[in-house]
């Protein structure tokens, strides 16, 4: 079953959400990656998710990853149709093992406090990821049993992958504290 | 858009009282059976493990920070640093990904190249954690014959691209240069004369062994739904009876049909899938990947084309050869606009998925364009980071002994699960 047939699965179950299938690129002479993606108001994510999962049609077995982008600077053309009034797009990648196809998944959320429901109750697999997600793009996940940091340290303040944090950071480095033989 | 300070704060970690009779051990981050640094707080009834807690973190080095300021080309440098222990795998997966994005199909004799280069990273990476497996568990001697055979592998890759360990092989849409002669003779001479002698070696040195099966033998056990729930891909996932390899299923460069467009036939292999689900069957798995991989190698030999590495330079995605650049002034001109900052690439705006079957499972990127040099966001999906959560809940109930036994046959590689 290919990529727009799941679409068209969900456009006949979720009419209401206005589901269009979105090429992720669309190459300059005019073909598009074969990869698609639909947008999901947070809201109704848990609904649709486990819907995919447990279709016959879909059977979205496995969540092959899940990430974040900021598109805080991000240039927009009709093509990608990346709303400018959308900062952060949290992106499921799905997987079906029993079909053999992939669909992805975005879902906007804006400052001050980004919050998406937590799909690991649907896909174990989403565990690290959405800390890896909270770790370093601050999005909070309703629902996630073990909330913290994974990579960072656990009294970092910022999330260095959004795009307003620099590159060499915000002097993190220096404010450590210095241990010297006699102190230790 | 404006910019706030973020409010989420994270919660803190707060061991909970060990309660009675128990006590915390805190494993790692310096052991050597961690492999690197990795640190796990082990919650102990005697010697079972009631609660583990993995603790990661200690390598993060903000490698997908590094890819919004690196161009295309650029980057395959840190995706060395990823999982140093195959890095070759790393550079394929990374351009694979970015030729999603640019829309490029690569020569066949790129692709045949890429083909061999990938089985000998995987070879290489399947030695050192079979080796390492063995001793994990105590057996020393396991150990050294694996592992000396992954030496004439660094080798071929030092005579390919000039360094052993950190190739930094492929470029966007091709390699950096084209393999030297009689390069093909030096693999085969590899999988035919040296590999099989040292995989039966060290497969009896293991299996004939009482003490490797009883400490293999049902630890760590996954089952077949758990491990498709818990995103597990690879050799893992395999062991546990899920028939998925990116291979057959997303075949790509030799693994497809017709992949010269000239009728050539994808490359004859079999996917080895094991039931057991614990470490013995990890083991197995990999084993005969060993052996498949063998024959996948020697096959793309017989087939290798002729012809360029790159893709032609007209369209302006990849670097020129260096003759042209020296001895023509399109050719210096086309060199300049390629790795000047303010000119360099110019891929679609749109986002591309590009995933390769490693070693270790899928390992893919997720690559966001803006039109400019640099990616705008350049996320890796890490295999061991997906690998390892399941890590917790397998140990649960076991000896402390096989809390090393596990973790080797996961094969996580701590730089590439911190990035």
Known sequence: ???????????????????????????????????????????????????????????????????????????????????????????????????????????????????????YSIWNGADWPEREAFDLFGIGFAGHPDLRRILLPEDFIDYPLRKDYPLRGKGEREAFDVVRRDSA | MMTTTPKLRPTSFVPEDAGEGRWTLNFGPQHPATHTT?????????????????????????????????????????TDRMNYISPMANNLAWHTACEKLFGIEITPRCTAIRTICAELARIQDHLLCLGCMGLDLGAMTAWFYPFNEREPILDLFEELSGARFMPSYTRVGGLKEDMPPGWTDRVRDFTRNVLPPAIKDFERLLLRNRIFIERTKGIGVISHDDAINWSLTGPIARASGVKRDLRKDEPYWCYADNWDAQGAPAVKFKVPVAYGGDVLARFLVRVEELRQSAAIIEQVIEMMPDGPINVLPEDKMTLPDKREIHFSIEGLIHHFEKIMTNRGFEPPIGEAYGANETANGELGFYLVSDGGNCAYRARCRPPSFVNYQVYAKLIEGHQISDVVAIMGSLNIIAAELDR
């Open chain 1, 1 to 119: 079953m290919a990529t727009a047939a799941v679409i068209e699965v969900l456009q006949e179950r979720f009419p209401e959400l206005g589901i269009e299938a979105r090429p992720l690129c669309r190459y300059l002479d005019g073909r598009d990656s074969g990869q698609f993606w639909v947008r999901v108001p947070p809201e109704r994510l848990i609904e649709l998710m486990t819907f995919l999962r447990d279709d016959p049609r879909t059977r979205f077995e496995q969540l092959c990853d899940l990430t974040c982008v900021d598109y805080l600077n991000y240039s927009t053309t009709p093509d990608t149709a990346v709303p400018p009034e959308d900062r952060f797009a949290v992106t499921y990648s799905l997987l079906s093992l029993t079909h053999n196809h992939r669909l992805w998944v975005k879902v906007f959320v804006n400052d001050p406090e980004p919050e998406v429901p937590s799909v």
């Open chain 2, 38 to 78: 990795l640190r796990l707080v082990l919650e102990l009834d005697g010697e079972r493990i009631i609660r583990c807690t993995p603790d990661i973190g200690y390598l993060h080095s903000g490698f997908e920070k590094l890819g919004e300021h690196l161009n295309y080309n650029q980057y395959v440098v840190v």
